[in-house]
């Protein structure tokens, strides 16, 4: 681990200290530290399933957002064969920021579309932070109605800070783009599944996320706006995003109260970022489950469940 | 000087430089409908209050005081009635009800709207007027976004007209859902409509926006409105659109008298259907 979050601190100082003995035994054969080391590691794997064992929404927000947690690109390489990228909305350009194209899960082939952040600074700027302008949201439509043609299963990756605020975003309608993309999703005659796997950040994530099944990463995050959005406009004051947080309900386990996500995936302990492997392989068994699960079905029966899905989420509350 | 009778006859608008004032769905309805009448379709209750939020005013403090100022129950009004003889259902949005924002019940409004609109095989007309999606209502806010958009599913699938008049101002998940999937979209002069917010594209690209940005004459130059129309006009521009769309004869033109005689309107009606 080399990137700890601001409440991970005290962790790292045990890990640290852990380490600087055991460098210091390399370099002095005489010495045995074993003892007082494991020591150490048995008191920093404790106090890591303590700071996980109940994060904070804000906490949960700094882990949904770990540059080290897995992103679109990790999953697609690990769970997927086949993956053929497909790019470019035909009208404007190829938008890095969404990735998307054909690949089989296990035999069966799916359609893939996500947000990719990228995971250096090279590619973070080459994917805009996994930002999507209307391109990418139309490449993605463009995919969605090619699967919907062939019979392909759609599986979405979510992981956006929200949809890119940019001049030529706009220019080239940034609305309309996202409003499409949700219709798409809710025309499309095949099982449409959502997995947020980080970020869910507000219309930007909608117009990926509007599926038959939404599954959660336990620590990822869904929001109509991200918390420091919120509280500069009704504390107005960024630095209350621990408060903000808290009021919009933004976590997994909350958004399976409501009605809006259908399952809740576990992560590792210590998060996704500390067992990628973990994580990427229990999203390959979550979705391998759904699709099976939601193969057989009409393919009405797949528009109406989807619709009724969301026309349901206008009467539920939490019972606070 | 302008004089409050003259700014409501001309539908607040200002006589003297043209500059669209905010109006009240009621008032809209009233200069909107035939005579000025329409029945309020009803709109299902919601949750109040369903994530229990809190910011530096609770949640309910903010809809009472909303609810006192406006008189309204919530952001949007829908009614159903005539407009040159002609049945549509309409829905406007009330900006001055806590900024627009969209929540559960703008979401029951959109889609009790659509309904109404299919059973009775009427177009729909919807008035859009928001700063977003309703943050005190957290996810439940942002999912009206694809709630909406079933709605105007279920209008496609009728073939019945959809017809959006974006007002000032339009932005966020609003304009990112029902406020864009109109079947011709129509924006009143110099409204506000988009996306992200001027100041966060600011500081995103750290550049001056140009002059017009995100106002309605700039969203036409660049594709994404059908028109701009001044507001006095917008009444007959509905109906001459939404009777095309729907087969229906060309509108009579001058004043016709209030539909008064229930019997004679209801003849009118069916006689419109069957041509």
């Known amino acids: 681990m080399n990137h700890y979050l601001e409440f991970e601190k005290p962790l790292a100082e045990i890990e640290g200290k852990a380490e600087e003995l055991r460098a210091l035994a390399r370099s002095n054969e005489e010495m045995d530290v074993e003892e007082e080391a494991a020591a150490l590691d048995k008191k920093a794997a404790d106090l890591l399933v303590d700071l996980y064992k109940d994060l904070t929404p804000w906490r949960k927000c700094q882990v949904a957002r770990h540059p080290d947690r897995p992103h679109c690109k990790d999953y697609i390489e690990a769970l997927f064969t086949e993956y053929t990228p497909l790019a470019g909305d035909r009208n404007f350009a190829d938008d890095h920021a969404v990735m998307g194209g054909l690949a089989r899960l296990g035999d069966v082939p799916v359609m893939v579309i996500g947000h990719e952040k990228g995971n250096d600074t090279k590619s973070r700027i080459s994917r805009n932070f996994g930002m999507a302008r209307p391109e990418g949201y139309r490449k993605a439509i463009r995919l969605m109605e090619m699967a919907d043609k062939f019979g392909l299963p759609i599986i979405t990756l979510v992981d956006t800070p929200g949809a890119y605020p940019g001049r030529g975003a706009e220019e080239r309608g940034q609305s309309e783009a996202i409003a499409r993309s949700t219709e798409k999703c809710l025309q499309v005659k095949v099982p449409l599944i959502s997995v947020i796997i980080g970020e869910g950040g507000s219309g930007g994530a909608v117009a990926f996320a509007t599926g038959n099944r939404i599954l959660m990463l336990e620590h990822s995050v869904y929001s109509v706006i991200s918390p420091e959005g919120c509280a500069s406009i009704l504390w107005k004051d960024a630095e209350k995003m621990r408060e903000a947080a808290e009021a919009l309900r933004l976590t997994a386990q909350d958004l399976r109260k409501l009605g809006v996500a259908d399952g809740i995936i576990s992560e590792p302990v210590g998060g996704a970022q500390r067992d990628r492997h973990a994580v990427i392989e229990a999203v390959g068994d979550a979705l391998r489950a759904a699709v099976s699960e939601l193969k057989d079905l009409d393919k009405s029966d797949l528009v109406k469940d989807r619709r009724q899905k969301y026309l349901d989420l206008g009467s539920k509350g939490l019972a606070a | ?275």
Do not use: W
């Not at chain 2, 549509?88 to 109404?116: C, E, H, K, T």
């Not at chain 2, 932005?171 to 029902?178: F, N």
């Not at chain 2, 940005?213 to 109906?239: A, C, N, P, W």
């Open chain 2, 1 to 275: 000087m302008l004089f409050h009778r003259e700014l409501a006859d001309s539908l607040n608008v200002c006589s003297g430089c043209e500059h669209h004032m905010a109006i009240t769905p009621r008032k809209r309805f009233e200069a909107l409908f035939d005579g000025g009448i329409f029945t309020e379709v009803d709109v299902p209750e919601v949750v109040a209050d369903p994530l229990g939020f809190k910011d530096q005013k609770k949640y309910p403090d903010r809809m009472k005081a909303a609810q006192k100022k406006t008189g309204e129950r919530d952001a949007m009004l829908v009614a159903e009635g005539d407009i040159g003889r002609t049945p549509i259902v309409a829905a406007a949005q009330d900006f001055s009800f806590m900024g627009g924002s969209m929540g559960m019940y703008v979401g029951n409004a959109i889609v009790a709207g659509a309904q109404r609109a299919v059973a009775m095989n009427k177009p729909f007309v919807l008035f859009s007027a928001a700063g977003g999606a309703r943050m005190q209502e957290g996810i439940l806010s942002l999912m009206q976004m694809p709630r909406t958009t079933v709605a105007v599913e279920m209008l496609r699938e009728a073939n019945l007209p959809y017809i959006v008049v974006l007002t000032h101002p339009t932005t966020g998940g609003v304009t990112a859902s029902y406020a864009m999937l109109g079947d011709v979209q129509i924006a009143e002069p110099n409204a506000l409509i988009g996306f992200a917010g001027a100041r966060v594209i600011e500081q995103t690209i750290r550049e001056k926006l140009p002059e017009g940005f995100q106002r309605s004459e700039y969203l036409l130059d660049h594709g994404m409105l059908d028109r701009v129309t001044h507001r006095k006009d917008l009444r007959e521009e509905l109906i001459t659109i939404t009777r095309m769309l729907m087969g229906q004869t060309p509108a009579i033109k001058g004043d016709l008298p209030a539909p008064i005689a229930e019997e004679a309107l209801d003849t009118t009606r069916s006689e419109e259907t069957s041509a």
